[in-house]
């Protein structure tokens, strides 16, 4: 496909980058001629400089021609106007950056109007993701399918945790819950397992079931704190004041430290249920007499990776039972993923590729079986993927014992009549199902994909 994205910032060359892995024809435009130099010297990409609200800048760069256009510059009215203008010269789909929460808001309403297919908002999807780990405390990650009726858990298998040594066929007879193990990472393998696959201490795993059933497992695991009462949030930027809106609603008391008076403010005004610390959250003294040392959670999002870092590290050393640490470089997380195997690492460029990388590959595939659902897994070395089965098919109706499946793929999960079943053998995909798979490939587009031919 041909795509267009318009700003070559972070967020930007993370969905350029993703995308030309997936061998799409991609033309990146920005104003800076030398952020486009570094891209094109490390992506293979088409590059075009110039202002992209300018009709001719977009004709040159073929946006007029482009399948999809992405616009995910600094400036949320930027990329409004480049949707609207991308559209009107024949762009087929455009989706937006949209950050301010005021023009989100009404976007939601208008973008059919303006003829936008998607809006993205990553600090809020940053913030939903935060919120979902804080719900279950136990997980690194937690991703849903189809509306939350599906969740997928990742987490990490320390000592003394009762599923090492355990073989996946004995699951349910010994927890008496219907869960699937459906990857572990071990020693920088990705596997999918089988049932005579056996759990080792260390093992990063994705179990998916239904929501009842998650909270079900991880009780009967002892897993399941009772839920998260107090929760330290380190920066009061856009991420924060989502977070602790829906902390609110989790009926969690949140303080957020922020080293900035006039930021500080506008927090007190946007939060008032929420205590706002001005002070400088990287001082130890001004942390415990912020009550760190007492905290459910810390959540670590100051606009510098490396105060971050450090925070996550002196986090560790009090002892605080959740971590949570916004980092946008890739290096570092990878650095602070192996020192701190049981944090959460949030990098809301990488939720954003994800949502249009989806995006991408429902538009493309023609055989009406669509991506409807994309995460990336284990540190991006495996994808959940949710299909909708809208067509019929030759592999429909057969036991999944039977499906010619390809190496690195797993049916985890069939959503039928608003009903989750985690599958066995003898179950069939049917029509109008929807259907989870994990798969350690990066080429499914469509539910013919999943099968040897």
Known sequence: MKVCVIGAGKVGATIAEALSEENHDIVVIDRKREILDDLSNCLDVLCVHGNAVNLATLREAGADQADILIAATSSDEINMLCCIFGKKIGARHTIARVRNPEYFEQMLAMKQDLGMELIINPELAAADEIARVIRIPGALKVETFSRGRVELVEMKLKEGNPLIHCQLSTLYAAFGVKVLICTVERKEEVIIPDGSFTLQQGDRITLTASRGNISEFLRSLGLAQTRMKNVLIVGGGRISVYLARQLQAMQC????????????????????????????????????????????????????????????????????????????????????????????????????????????????????????????????????????????????????????????????????????????????LKLHDNVIVMTTCSSCNDLEDLFLR
């Open 253 to 428: 008391r949140t303080t957020i430290i922020e080293i900035s008076e006039q930021r500080c403010a506008e927090l007190s005004e946007l939060l008032p249920h929420t205590t706002i610390v001005c002070a400088d959250g990287t001082d130890p003294q001004i942390l415990q007499e912020a009550g760190f040392l007492e905290c459910d959670a810390a959540v670590l999002m100051t606009g510098v990776d490396e105060e971050n870092f450090v925070l996550a590290m002196y986090a560790e050393t009090c002892a605080v039972p959740k971590i949570i640490c916004k980092l946008s470089r890739g290096g570092y997380a990878d650095i602070l993923q192996q020192a701190l195997p049981q944090a959460t690492i949030i990098a809301p460029k990488n939720i954003t590729a994800e949502q249009i990388i989806q995006q991408v590959r429902a538009r493309q595939n023609a055989t009406g079986s669509n991506v409807e659902t994309l995460y990336k897994i284990i540190s991006g070395k495996a994808e959940a993927l949710e299909f909708a089965v809208r067509k019929n098919s030759a592999h429909l109706n057969i036991p999944l014992k039977d499906l010619p499946l390809k190496p690195g793929i797993l049916i985890a999960a069939i959503l039928r009549n608003g009903r989750a079943l985690i599958p066995n053998g003898n179950d069939c």
